[in-house]
């Protein structure tokens, strides 16, 4: 099994910026595609980044240019960094991990409540 903890999230204005991390643990020889998803209410879960098996990396057409997905394989962490926000961008943001050439999603984090608002 593989764990996945996320952390970061909380309130921001408008035009403001956050930084979320995901530290996997566990049996990480099971995953090594890693990205992050979005859920905002209503609404179906959407991918918002993530790496591909080769390494190069996919951005939703609504965060490009603001957001900007790392890791730091060294600590089995990804990051988010979340710049520009708008209120659109609010959502429970997850962090996901699967072990390509498989395209499901086999783990998921609990959740981090990003809120964007005056």
């Known amino acids: 099994q593989v764990q996945l903890v996320e952390s970061g999230g909380g309130l921001v204005q408008p035009g403001g910026s956050l930084r979320l991390s995901c530290a996997a643990s566990g049996s990480i020889f099971s995953i090594n595609v890693m990205g992050w998803y979005r859920q905002a209410p209503g609404k179906q879960r959407e991918l918002v980044a993530a790496f591909t098996s080769d390494g190069s990396i996919n951005y939703a057409d609504s965060v490009k240019g603001r957001f900007t997905i790392s890791r730091d394989n060294a600590k089995n962490t990804v990051y988010l960094q979340m710049d520009s926000l708008k209120p659109e961008d609010t959502a429970v943001y997850y962090c996901?991990?699967?072990?390509?050439?498989?395209?499901?999603?086999?783990?998921w984090g609990q959740g981090t409540q990003v809120t964007v608002s005056l």
């Open positions: 996901a991990a699967r072990l390509a050439p498989l395209l499901e999603y086999a783990y």
